[in-house]
């Protein structure tokens, strides 16, 4: 079955650093791919997507690129700030079965320093 | 806009006691979903619905029953509750049966089972 896979956490920067959190996939056809975050004491927010192959998800300064020959959804920001201090979430959607649920991988937890 | 909306926010169970998790969405959407997330685990479905009398199960249903009378309400029942069911639990709702669209979450339930 469909699955994800993302980095373990935590991660802590500084205020300004780059962000990568890692994530792969398996899937079979042509998946959808997502980024949630989860700020704390919220519900799961959609941060950025991709539908097909080579397409870039960006919103809040945060991108990520669908790579198919690699299977993998990496998340990045340029210069993190305090408020970005949440957990994340890759996801997937395939293009086949019922439901139309999202597959989502292990969250990563991030905490930026002043 | 109230988007997904779940009650209670916050509980503590007796094992052996029942509870029901309500979910309401007033978007709409004929999807709906319920998750479980445990630490660093990421979300598990448990049981989903396309649409006002119909469920199916997903990947952790065991020890939980949906019913879906309304496409706005999907409320998760616990019979005999136990520790293993110690989670936070998230409700989401999808507007269409194509692979991109956004899911809405609710913020969640945290339940404890003591």
């Known amino acids: 079955g469909d699955s994800v896979t993302q980095m373990e956490g935590p991660v802590t920067l500084s205020e300004e650093a780059f962000l990568t959190i890692n994530c792969t996939y398996t899937a079979t056809g042509y998946p959808s791919l997502f980024w949630y975050v989860q700020y704390p004491g919220e519900g799961l927010q959609l941060l950025l997507k991709a539908t097909k192959a080579d397409d870039k998800g960006s919103n809040k300064g945060f991108e990520a690129t669908y790579r198919k020959e690699t299977t993998s959804f990496h998340l990045e920001k340029g210069s993190v700030q305090v408020s970005d201090s949440a957990v994340y979430f890759c996801?997937?959607?395939?293009?086949?079965?019922?439901?139309?649920?999202?597959?989502f991988g292990g969250g990563t937890r991030l905490m930026v320093k002043p | 806009n109230a988007g997904v909306t779940q009650t209670p926010k916050f509980r503590i169970l007796k094992i052996g006691q029942s509870m029901t998790l309500q979910c309401a969405q007033d978007m709409n959407h004929n999807y709906m979903y319920w998750y479980r997330q445990d630490p660093g685990m990421g979300l598990k479905l448990i049981y989903y619905s396309v649409g006002a009398g119909i469920t199916d199960k997903g990947e952790v249903p065991n020890g939980y029953n949906v019913s879906r009378s309304t496409t706005e309400d999907f409320p998760l029942r616990l019979e005999l509750a136990a520790p293993s069911q110690t989670s936070v639990y998230f409700c989401a709702s999808n507007p269409r049966p194509q692979g991109n669209t956004e899911a809405f979450f609710g913020q969640g339930t945290r339940l404890t089972v003591v």
């Open positions: 996801a997937l959607r395939g293009d086949r079965g019922a439901g139309n649920m999202l597959t």
